[in-house]
């Protein structure tokens, strides 16, 4: 296969290794007898510059795992690294600071502030970090996502699918090392839904990101370079080069086992 030549490097963030780790990650909610184990013991290392799918059954810890590896939540045991540093040991502040300037979020809710403009919803992150708000990358990003003229308006004057859009750019304004998506496409319909994918593609295949998606669509998971499956906090197979066909059957056998085994116990 020919090496892709659109791809920019990211000076940002040097190095080499995994963008994203876990090591015998594990997380539980609760005490004692009603005490849930989301995440038993995780072991991954997710490569720069990938898209990665992460698919299971209801229960199966997907949340925990994005909630885990973005440092929007400490796991109980394991260490997490965001491209070779360590983040389970950093203070609340450190941990923000990183989450600000390294870190890029996607939700399926949007997360957009409807009191401000398009414009000052995409350099957010840069405001709260403090820094330069680059006004003109945040017009080139929206122009990149479809949006060029939407500067000025409000997210309550866009749809959902435009509202996704801005999510993404706002997302990328940082040129953050990782890009972390729960559910993207779970508010849109087919076509934008399909839009979304190819700007999150994108964003790997020309700017060089890691992007790492939660998903329930098998179609979805397919732009992806891999799919992770997850099944009672554990990692329970892998899919390279997928295809919606191959995600389906492997979701529909493991939601199978996961409602045999619970169906099986007790009251």
Known sequence: MAPRRD?????????????????????????????VQALRGVDLALPRGSFTAVMGPSGSGKSTFLQCAAGLDRPGA?????GGQEITGLNEDRLTKLRRTR?????????????????????????????????????????????????????GQLSGGQQQRVAIARALINR????????????????TAHDVLALLRRAVDALGATVVMVTHDPVAASRAD???????????????HPDPGTVADRMTALTAAHDGRFAGAPA
């Not at 920019?8 to 190095?15: L, S, Y």
């Not at 394991?78 to 965001?82: D, I, M, P, S």
């Open 176 to 191: 953050p090392e990782v890009v972390f998506a729960d559910e993207p496409t779970g508010a849109l319909d087919t076509r």
């Open 78 to 82: 394991g260490q997490v690294l965001l």
């Open 103 to 155: 870190v890029g979020f996607v939700f399926q809710s949007f997360n957009l502030l409807p009191s401000l403009t398009v414009l000052q919803n995409v350099l957010l992150p840069q405001r709260l970090a403090g820094q330069r708000q680059d006004r003109q990358r945040a017009r080139d990003l929206l122009a990149e996502v479809g949006l060029d003229g939407y500067g000025g308006r409000r997210p």
């Open 226 to 240: 891999r799919v992770l499956f997850l099944a009672d906090g554990r990692l329970a197979g892998e899919l390279a």
């Open 7 to 35: 791809r920019e490097p990211t000076p940002q963030h040097p190095g080499h290794g995994p963008a994203v780790e876990l090591r015998a990650v594990r997380r539980t909610y609760g005490r004692g007898e009603g005490a």
